[in-house]
């Protein structure tokens, strides 16, 4: 998976907000400043300035903690300011190369403004093992659960991820939704792009098996990317097709690069990034259907179940236009097929390092 990083595109400044008691003096909260409005993104398409994708309300605060597994870095936990109870919160695994939590800022800012909570924790690129990298997101994640209580609500939660951390999301999703810490009781779901190989650390069961023992109210999105030449697209097939999630409680999405008033809409492996192509894709492509993920596993609400798997509705695959101009629609579908030979890939299917090999089609 690519590691280029490039250079941070400014964005909101991050607020400090709720104390409380179970905070050690390890632990650091960001300094109440005055919110910054950032309304840029790059290219002609600005913003939804209302509806699913449109930035909410809140103000966004920052703890951060020592990662128990990478020393030197720091678990950070982004909330909306001011809350006075626990929100359901996503649990996001980051791609190779994105140990920074600026690589992905804009997306962490749009889930606290909306009310939720993000835990990220940076695991080291080059690193000893895979197994140790699961091990990294994984404590980092149970120690966010176990130390702030007030400010995580695990009966409503998520696990997304991009990449590598896309491959990860399923294994530490299944420890995590089943026994004996059965998160997200009330509300659950995965939301994978563009994943790379997924592997079962520390379980005696079997990849095949946990796809096929997810809690029955369990939701999910799969995203790929056309234009990506890094993880083939069989990877995140596999999975979709595997996973026992009904039809009707998931999607397949396919993203297509799209060029507006000269602007080229990339759909490369490093979408979604704040550090690259920041713009609408991030926005109507990734939030849009990630907050109305949000709203339908943890809310029930219908309308938008339309919009996060709407089995190909308008409301669901339409983007936005300029001038006349639209970008190119999303594709969804509940049976995907490769559109590309394997040898597109770095990370094809077929390698001996997916533990899933026989699974390719």
């Given at each position: 998976?690519k590691?280029k990083l490039l250079?941070s ?14 905070c ?7 300094t109440?400043?005055?919110p ?5 993104l ?6 939804p300035?209302s509806?699913?994708?449109s930035?909410g ?12 597994e ?13 809350i ?6 996503i ?8 140990e920074?939590k ?9 889930i606290a ?8 924790v ?16 994984w404590k ?13 609500d695990?009966?409503?939660?998520g696990?997304?991820g991009?990449s ?8 530490l999703a ?15 779901f995965?939301f994978?792009?563009?994943p790379?190989?997924a ?5 005696p ?8 023992h ?14 990506d030449?890094?993880?083939d ?9 595997n ?10 999405i396919?993203f ?8 080229t809409?990339l759909?490369d492996?490093?979408?979604?990034t704040?550090r ?5 894709l ?16 943890w809310?029930?609400n219908a309308?938008?179940k ?13 983007m936005?236009?300029y ?7 999303l594709?969804?579908?509940d049976?995907p ?8 890939y770095?990370f ?10 026989t699974y390719?089609?």
């Amino acid at each position: 998976m690519k590691t280029k990083l490039l250079p941070s595109i400014s964005l909101v400044v991050l607020l400090a907000g709720l104390s409380t008691a179970a905070c050690t003096q390890n632990d650091n909260e960001s300094t109440p400043t005055d919110p910054v409005v950032d309304n840029s993104l790059q290219g002609p398409i600005q913003k939804p300035a209302s509806g699913y994708g449109s930035d909410g309300p809140y103000q966004v605060a920052e703890i951060d903690f020592p990662n128990p597994e990478y020393s030197g870095t720091q678990v950070s936990i982004f909330y909306p300011k001011g809350i006075t109870s626990p929100r359901p919160t996503i649990f996001f695994s980051h791609p190779y190369g994105g140990e920074e939590k600026e690589y992905n800022i804009g997306l962490y800012n749009f889930i606290a403004k909306k009310g939720y909570v993000v835990v990220f924790v940076p695991y080291r690129t080059v690193d000893i093992s895979i197994d140790h990298r699961y091990e990294t997101l994984w404590k980092g994640f149970t120690t966010a659960v176990s130390n702030y209580p007030n400010i995580i609500d695990t009966k409503k939660v998520g696990f997304m991820g991009h990449s590598f951390g896309g491959g990860a999301s399923i294994d530490l999703a299944y420890k995590a939704f089943n026994a004996p810490y059965s998160w997200g009781e009330n509300g659950r779901f995965l939301f994978t792009m563009a994943p790379w190989y997924a592997f079962n650390w520390d379980s005696p069961v079997s990849t095949q098996y946990q796809l096929q023992h997810f809690p029955s109210n369990t939701k999910m999105i799969s995203q790929v990317y056309d234009d990506d030449v890094t993880n083939d697209h069989r990877l995140a097939i596999d999975i979709y097709k595997n996973i026992t999630i009904p039809d009707s409680e998931k999607d397949f999405i396919y993203f297509k690069t799209s060029t507006v008033a000269g602007y080229t809409y990339l759909t490369d492996h490093v979408m979604p990034t704040s550090r690259k192509a920041y713009d609408a894709l991030d926005y109507y492509g990734v939030y849009r259907l990630l907050d109305a993920m949000m709203d339908y596993s943890w809310n029930g609400n219908a309308a938008a179940k339309n919009v996060a798997l709407g089995n190909g509705s308008a409301a669901q695959v339409t983007m936005p236009s300029y001038n006349g101009q639209a970008m190119a629609p999303l594709e969804v579908t509940d049976n995907p097929t490769p559109k590309y030979p394997q040898g597109k890939y770095e990370f094809p299917c077929n390698s001996s390092t997916n533990p899933r090999i026989t699974y390719c089609n």
